[in-house]
């Protein structure tokens, strides 16, 4: 079982910065890979940047490419999204999800959820 619980959310204005953080407990968290996914009202969740386990390798949404960075600390078994330039199409509720996957993009390979935060950009 893991045990994820995100923060940092909140109301932005366009152009301005956000760092998200979600705090891992249960197993190892050094032993999976992380991501980060986000879902507007009426829209399907989609991913949005991901990490392998030692942190080496990431991957981004072509949406945020260039904006936000994930990375990750295993030694406070915690995750981030820095997000910078944020737009208004960037208002969603964000979620950090685990994977037993090396690195993955389809919510479909991650097995556990954090409850999410809300990130609201204001133009």
């Known amino acids: 079982q893991v045990q994820l619980v995100e923060s940092g959310g909140g109301l932005v204005q366009a152009g301005g910065s956000l760092r998200l953080a979600c705090a891992a407990s249960g197993r190892t968290f050094s032993s999976y890979g992380m991501g980060w996914f986000r879902q507007a009202p009426g829209k399907e969740r989609e991913f949005v940047a991901a990490v392998m386990w030692s942190g080496a390798n990431t991957r981004y949404a072509d949406s945020v490419k260039g904006r936000f960075t994930i990375s990750r600390d295993n030694a406070k078994n915690t995750v981030y999204l820095q997000m910078n330039s944020l737009k208004p199409e960037d208002t969603a509720v964000y979620y950090c999800?685990?994977?037993?996957?090396?690195?993955?993009?389809?919510?479909?390979?991650?097995?556990?959820w954090g409850q999410g935060t809300q990130v609201t950009v204001s133009s």
């Open positions: 999800a685990s994977t037993q996957f090396v690195i993955a993009t389809s919510p479909r390979n991650y097995e556990y």
